[in-house]
């Protein structure tokens, strides 16, 4: 069913529908940057903890304030609703669930908890995401007297005027003037060489495809200038590294390890 079919207003469709991919660009790149830091936690606790200090970044920057103006726009409306006072209770306990695991991965003694604390994290996140795109959007947008696309407004508002939303973490670098170059691999043409074994790899292929892109750009991001992740796809991510190069022109270097046929293989460096 389209977001139209939702919507009491043209323009609260189109606010609905990209609210919804602002959710799922969130998600995304929160399942990137998770993804990173469990494959690092096994291999050595100085790049786990790289990787643990970008996802907390990540968290204060991006999802608590965007929880937190959930809370103060979107939810006195929604609870107005009939019905609906429970489910915003619920997504406020979700809420305070979310800002509770960001604190234990902030302080989390080991990188293993760390990993478990960041799994959970997103997998609340995500359950959390599944209610808000399913069941809270649609609702407001399809109330009488109710206008999502001014609720959002209000909502971009207040996270940009949060403290805590602060600018690009100086750990994801600076861009470089250049194109992204893609160079074949020497040799058996596999990911069995020393450098590639030990580092991030990013695995695609069960990732549902409207959060894919945001995944991978998520992960890239939490990638230290110097380092490199690989990326496992189902196919030929042409279109994926496009838009890679589009987003941050000549920063990072790709090599092709392995081409089809059930997998393509590639190492994406952080110039």
Request: hydrophobic share 45%; aromatic share 4%; proline share 6%.
């Amino acid at each position: 069913m389209s977001a139209l079919t939702f919507a009491s207003a043209p323009e609260d469709a189109e606010a609905l529908y990209g609210a919804e991919a602002d959710y799922a660009r969130i998600a995304g790149e929160l399942a990137g940057r998770v993804t990173l830091l469990l494959t690092a936690a096994g291999r050595g606790e100085r790049a786990a903890e790289r990787f643990r200090a970008g996802l907390v970044a990540f968290c204060d920057r991006e999802l608590l304030p965007h929880t937190a103006a959930e809370e103060a726009t979107l939810y006195p409306v929604a609870r107005r609703l009939p019905d609906t006072r429970l489910l915003v209770e619920g997504l406020i306990g979700e809420h305070r669930c979310l800002a509770s695991l960001v604190d234990a991965l902030r302080t989390a003694p080991t990188t293993a908890v760390a990993a478990a604390d960041a799994r959970a994290l997103q997998v609340v996140f995500e359950e959390h995401v599944a209610k808000q795109n399913g069941l809270v959007l649609p609702l407001l947008a399809a109330a009488p007297g109710v206008r999502l696309a001014r609720l959002l407004e209000r909502l971009h508002h207040r996270i940009a005027h949060t403290p805590l939303n602060g600018g690009a973490s100086a750990a994801n670098g600076t861009q470089k003037a250049g194109g992204m170059k893609a160079e074949e691999s020497a040799g058996c043409g596999c990911a069995c060489g020393a450098e590639e074994a030990t580092e991030p790899v990013l695995d695609v292929r069960d990732i549902p495809h409207a959060l894919r892109h945001a995944t991978v750009f998520g992960a890239l991001e939490a990638v230290p200038a110097g380092q490199a992740m690989v990326l496992v796809a189902p196919h030929d991510p042409i279109p994926l590294l496009a838009q890679i190069e589009q987003r941050n022109p000549g920063l990072f270097a790709v090599k092709y390890l392995q081409r089809g046929p059930e997998a393509w293989r590639l190492r994406l460096s952080h110039r």
